[in-house]
């Protein structure tokens, strides 16, 4: 099941699950997720962030992580709140077999970004510009939070 958390311009995160689909649905925009991810092809006054939380309901270690995961966009809202970080999480097997009966309306992600995915759990960062970090494994929060926040103070 996909989620998506909105969090930016002092905002607590919006967590809304969606039954039918794991892509994401947004409260605060009319944009999904697919929107957020896809590389924009001009230059825009505010660069849009989004941390995607790649998962599998088998992963162990992304029970932890998820928490992490939650914690970390809460605390950008609140060290960061003029910035805007968009929250996705990504069942790969979800996604995956959607992907392979052909029910992909819109993607969640580029199907090259769920290609690279090769271990779990992992966290990406996303801009306009693309790809900006990786957060492979269980990490701890602080390298998490502290690196996200290096790339959104830069």
């Known amino acids: 099941m996909g989620i998506k958390q909105d969090v930016g311009a002092g905002q607590q995160p919006n967590i809304v699950q969606h039954p039918d689909t794991t892509r994401s649905v947004d409260t605060n925009q009319s ?15 505010a660069t849009a962030y989004t941390l995607i939380f790649f998962t599998a309901a088998w992963c162990d270690p992304a029970i932890p992580m998820r928490v992490i995961f939650d914690e970390t966009l809460r605390d950008l809202a609140r060290l960061r709140p003029a910035v805007q970080v968009t929250g996705v999480v990504i069942d790969v097997d979800e996604e995956e077999n959607l992907r392979k009966e052909g029910q992909r309306g819109a993607p969640a992600v580029s199907d090259e970004l769920l290609d690279s ?34 790339i959104l103070d830069a």
């Open 117 to 150: 995915i090769d271990m779990l759990p992992t966290i990406v960062l996303l801009t306009d510009a693309g790809e900006r970090e990786r957060f492979v494994g269980q990490l701890p929060k602080l390298t998490i939070r502290e690196q996200v926040l290096a």
């Open 31 to 45: 944009t999904d997720a697919a929107q957020h991810v896809r590389l924009a092809s001009g230059a825009s006054h």
